[in-house]
C-alpha cells in the first residue's frame, strides 16, 4: 500500500503555510502582498487593536456579571478581521459564536453585541444592512447554512459571497463536509473559514483528526483549499480576497484553514484552559502575536505610533462604555414579547399562553 | 375538476406554487429528472427549469441547511425528505435552527420553509422508512406540523404550507398516496392551518384522528352504525398547533372520546389530545377518554407491521369500550 501513502503524502505536501508577514514583522513573500493603501493597512490594525480593547473589557464585564455569554477572541484577531476586511458590504455572514468582532466591523452597533450575549431579542435585530446571522452555538450548523445562503447569491446573480467561520472541532462535524460538499457540487459563492486554534475547548488538534492540515478536507469536496498563517493579518487578508475574487468569478468556494490561537478560555462559562494548555505553549504562541507583528510591520513603514495606539484604545474603551450603557437601557425582556417573536401569527395555544403571561407581567 | 391521487394533488399543489411565486424552490435527493422516489415532482423539472427544481447531493442536513441559507437569501424553499425516518439526519435544521429564528432575530428574519416528507407504515418498506415521527417535530416550538389524509385537503394545505411564513413539516402517508381518487379543483385554494375538519357527524362518541387513521377511524364508525353507535370522526389536519376548540365543541357534545395515532403510544399527540380533554372538558365526560396507538417498540418491519398497526378493529374495540362504560 507504498501507493496510497505516497498519494497522500503528495496530497499533504501541497498545503504549505501561506505566510506574508513573519513574526518580525518581515515580509517575506513579496508577491503575495495584497494592495492595500496606507489608510487601509492602519485601518487593519486599527480594527485589531480596538478588537483586543474589546476583547479585554468584554472579560471584565462579564466577571461583573454586566455582559451574559462570552467567547474570547484574544489571538485570534488577525484570523478574524483579516478574512473580514476582505469582504464588502453585500456579502452575508455566518459567524460562529466567538466570530462577534467581524459583524461589529460589519456595522453591527456594539450595544447590540452586548444584547446578543445576555440573550436579550434586539441583540438579534440586525440593522438590515447588515446581512448577517447571529452567531452560530450549534458547531458547525453555520457551513450547510452558508451553502444555501451562497447558492441564493448564485440564483439572484449577485456580486457577492456567503462567508462562514467555525474553529478546528468544527472541520469534524458532519456539517462541515456537507456544507462544503454542497457549495461545491453547485459552484456557489462560499468561503469557509476554519479557525484553526489548536484546541476545541479542550481536545488538541492532533486528536481531531489524522489529516496533517485541515485545509486538505477542501480536496475531498473537489474545492480550493489553503493553510494561512491566522497570525498574520496580510496573509489572511489575501487568501480571503483571492478566495472571494474566486467565487465571484464563478470558480466555486475555497476553504481557508488559519492556524491560530486563543489566549484565553473557551468561553468564560467555567473553562479552565490551565488543565490542558501549557505555558511553555502559551508563551510560544504570545511570540507570534497577531498585533505585534503588524505593529512591527507598520513602524517600520512609519505608519503607526504609540500616540495613535493610545488614541484607538482611549477610543474603543469609551465606545464600550456608552455601548454597555445603551445596553443597559434597552427595556427587560419580557415573556410576552418572546411569546410574540415566535410565529408571524399566534397559534390558539400561544394565545392563551400569551394572556396568562400579561395577567402575571401586568402584576 | 379531475380526479386525482393524494400524491398527484400534491405535485399539482408544488405546480400551483412554482408557477404563484418565483421565489419557491423544490429540492431534494431525486425529486429532479426522476421525478422523486414517489414521483411527488414528476414533470416539475421540466416545467420549471432546473435553478426552480433540482437534485441535491445525499446529505438530509446539508438539505436542512440549504433550505435555512436559501430562506436567508429570501427563497421560499419545498425541500422533499425523502423518507421522514431520515428526520434525525436533518433534525438540528428543523428543530435546532429554522424553528428558531425568527424569534432569535426579535421577530426580524423568517424561514418560510416547507419540509415535505413521506412517512407512516403499512407499505412494507425497510428499517427506518414507516415511523411515525411527527410528535418529535410537534413538541418542538416554533415550527408547524400538517398532515392531509385526502387529496382534496392535501392540496389546500401544502398550499398554505409554501405560502406560510414559518417553517412547517409536511407530512404525506405513504399509504394515502395512491390509496384512492377524489374530485380536486384545477384552480388553486387553500385550507386554513390549524383546522380541524369533523369527518362524519355523529352524537354517541368522538374520535379524534389524523392521517391514515382516519380512514380506519371511518371504517369503524360505518360498521358501528350498523350497532347503532353514532361515531363523530375529526381529522386533526394540523397536530402543532391543534384545534382543540372544535375537539372540544364535539366531545361536550358526545361526552366520550377516543384518540387515535398510529405512532407509539407514550408521550405522544393522543396524549396531549387526551391531557387536554381533561383540562377543558372533565365535566362534560361519561367515560374515560380511550387511545388507540401502536405498541412501544421499534417499528417492526415489515412481517410484523400489519398486526402492530392499529387497524378498525382495535378502533371499534375502543369505541365499544367507552360507550359501554
Known sequence: MTILKHVLESVENQFETFQILNEDGKIVNKADMPELSDEELKELMRRMVYTRVLDQRSIALNRQGRLGFYAPTAGQEASQLGSHFALEKEDYLLPGYRDVPQLIWQGLPLHQAFLWSRGHFAGGQFPEDVRALFPQIIIGAQYVQAAGVALGIKKRGKQAVAVTWTGDGGTSQGDFYEGMNFAGAYKAPAIFIAQNNGFAISVPREKQSSAKTLAQKAIAAGIEGIQVDGMDVLAVYAATKHARNRAINGEGPTLIETLTYRYGPHTMSGDDPTRYRSDELNSEWEKKDPLIRFRKFLEGKKLWSEEEEAKVIEDAKNDIKEAIKKADQAPKQKVTDLIGFMYEELPVNLQAQMEEYQAKESK | ?325
Not at chain 2, 46 to 57: L, S
Not at chain 2, 83 to 93: A, I, K, Q, R, T
Not at chain 2, 224 to 238: M, P, S, W
Open chain 2, 1 to 325: 375538476m379531475a380526479q386525482m391521487t393524494m400524491i398527484q394533488a400534491i405535485t399539482d399543489a408544488m405546480r400551483n406554487e412554482l408557477k404563484n411565486d418565483e421565489n419557491v424552490l423544490v429540492f431534494g435527493e431525486d425529486v429532479g429528472q426522476n421525478g422523486g422516489v414517489f414521483r411527488a415532482t414528476e414533470g416539475l423539472q421540466k416545467e420549471f427549469g432546473e435553478d426552480r427544481v433540482f437534485d441535491t447531493p445525499l446529505a438530509e442536513s446539508g438539505i436542512g441547511g440549504l433550505a435555512i441559507g436559501l430562506a436567508l437569501e429570501g427563497y421560499r424553499p419545498v425541500p422533499e425528505i425523502q423518507f421522514f425516518g431520515f428526520l434525525f439526519e436533518v433534525m438540528d435544521s428543523v428543530a435546532g435552527q429554522m424553528n428558531r429564528i425568527r424569534f432569535r432575530t426579535g421577530g426580524t428574519k423568517n424561514q418560510p420553509i416547507t419540509v415535505r416528507a413521506p412517512f407512516g407504515g403499512g407499505v412494507h418498506t425497510p428499517e427506518m422508512h414507516a415511523d411515525s415521527l411527527e410528535g418529535l417535530i410537534a413538541q418542538t416550538p416554533g415550527i408547524k406540523v400538517v398532515i392531509p389524509s385526502t387529496p382534496y385537503e392535501a392540496k389546500g394545505l401544502l398550499i398554505s404550507s409554501i405560502r406560510d411564513n414559518d417553517p412547517v413539516v409536511f407530512l404525506e402517508h405513504m399509504k394515502l398516496y395512491r390509496s384512492f381518487r377524489e374530485e380536486v379543483p384545477e384552480e388553486e385554494y387553500t385550507i386554513e392551518l390549524g383546522k380541524a375538519a369533523v369527518k362524519r357527524e355523529g352524537k354517541d362518541v368522538t374520535v379524534v384522528a389524523y392521517g391514515a387513521m382516519v380512514h380506519s377511524s371511518l371504517k369503524a364508525a360505518e360498521e358501528l352504525e350498523k350497532e347503532g353507535i353514532d361515531v363523530e370522526v375529526i381529522d386533526l389536519r394540523t397536530v402543532s398547533p391543534v384545534d382543540y376548540e372544535t375537539v372540544m365543541e364535539s366531545v361536550k357534545k358526545t361526552g366520550r372520546a377516543v384518540v387515535v395515532q398510529e405512532a407509539q403510544r407514550q408521550a405522544g399527540i393522543a396524549a396531549n389530545i387526551v391531557a387536554e380533554i381533561q383540562e377543558r372538558a372533565i365535566l362534560h365526560l361519561e367515560a374515560p377518554v380511550l387511545r388507540v396507538t401502536a405498541a412501544d417498540t421499534i417499528y417492526p418491519f415489515s412481517e410484523a407491521e400489519d398486526v402492530w398497526l392499529p387497524n378498525h378493529q382495535d378502533i371499534v374495540e375502543k369505541i365499544k369500550a367507552v360507550v359501554n362504560f
